[in-house]
């Protein structure tokens, strides 16, 4: 039988003062830590949902998982907790856990951890990833379609990496429909600001902006409040169509069960090695979310066939020209970005309005 066990930020710190022996670590036990609540309806829900997937399709297994953990050494506490109960893998799901990770695993070097991105490995801490890019590039082709005024929005959590791909990607896809289309970002500073994001979307509609993207941890007060609004939004991590069918064109979820058990599968097997694993559209941990009704056909139709062509690897979003906010090339014509650059991404693309710092 599985257990699953959702812990708080405040209980996991409360406990971690009274740790119990150090136990042989399992690799039946899989412990997660999540940066967020897990019912946030999105990315902390994506992963849960891989924590499930796994519940559901491996034999034997038991997992934890503790919510709401900061980007701070308390999650080194945390995961220290989970391998002193036993837990001999841990999925450390957000973007700042990575240096604790590779902290505890110098430490403990029968644990397995598994981060969600990153370019950093050790001896026994591995990477993997979603590449939602292709997907945020066909949002954007709907988007650039769909807006009436060629101002587009995307309200972002942090000014990292991963945020930098998904605007530039949507962006480009919007260009590629409306040359002269905009896109304006507004940052939050935090994963989860509800009251930020409600102010940004007020913000937005109020200058005329009439599709709003976004990348933050839940896209719940987004598309509600685009609904109030009368404007349309781009969802991110979970489909949440049915919250605000009116405002709701498409989005991009994660599928993350399907690797999550391949690479548990691995290190039961004893074949698991430190390393970058990544998948994306085509390899189905990145999905387009349906169209919302709003979306005409033929549309729909452009978007579909854009699609096949990335899928089938005859089209590249990252292949050049790409020109950067300054004007400066970023890749040239007959061009593609490899993985390390668009990994380590650190400027905004022409035609985005604001700033990577």
């Given at each position: ?42 990315y ?18 038991e ?43 110098e ?117 509600q ?30 599928n ?19 390393s ?22 033929d549309?729909r ?49 022409e ?7």
């Amino acid at each position: 039988m599985t257990l699953k066990h959702l812990l708080s930020a405040a209980f996991a710190a409360a406990i971690a003062f009274a740790p119990p022996a150090l136990a042989d670590p399992d690799m039946k036990k899989i412990g997660f830590v999540y940066v967020g609540p897990a019912a946030d309806y999105g990315y902390n829900t994506s992963m849960d949902l891989g924590r499930q997937y796994l519940e559901e399709n491996m034999e034997g297994i038991e997992t934890t998982a503790f919510e709401n953990i900061p980007e701070s050494a308390e999650v080194e506490q945390v995961m220290e907790r989970l391998i002193k109960s036993g837990h001999g893998i841990i999925f450390a799901t957000s973007y700042g856990y990575l240096d604790y990770a590779i902290s505890l695993g110098e430490k403990y070097p029968d644990v397995k951890f598994l981060h969600a991105g990153g370019l950093k490995t050790s001896a026994n801490v591995g990477t993997y990833w979603a590449d939602s890019d292709d997907g945020m590039y066909l949002a954007g082709m709907v988007a650039g379609a769909k807006s009436k005024s060629g101002k587009l929005g995307f309200i972002g959590a942090f000014q990292i990496p991963q945020l930098f791909r998904s605007i530039n990607a949507f962006t480009l896809g919007a260009q590629s429909i409306n040359p002269d289309a905009t896109v304006t970002v507004v940052w939050t500073g935090g994963w989860w600001e509800p009251q930020k994001e409600a102010e940004a979307v007020n913000a937005f509609a109020d200058e005329g902006i009439d599709v709003i993207a976004e990348q933050v941890d839940s896209p719940i007060t987004i598309a509600q409040t685009a609904a109030k609004r009368g404007v349309y939004m781009i969802g991110k991590d979970v489909n949440v169509m049915d919250r605000a069918p009116e405002a709701w064109l498409t989005g991009v979820s994660w599928n993350w069960g399907p690797m999550m058990k391949d690479m548990v599968e691995e290190i039961h097997a004893g074949t698991w090695e430190p390393s970058h694993v990544r998948s994306d559209l085509a390899g189905g941990a990145a999905v387009l979310d349906p169209f919302g009704e709003g979306v005409p056909e033929d549309v729909r139709e452009k978007v579909l066939a854009k699609k096949e062509e990335i899928v089938s690897g005859s089209f590249d979003i990252w292949s050049g020209p790409i020109v950067a906010q300054d004007g400066s090339g970023k890749v040239e014509e007959g061009e593609v970005m490899d993985m390390e650059a668009v990994e380590t991404m650190d400027f905004l693309v022409e035609g985005v309005v604001g700033s990577t710092s």
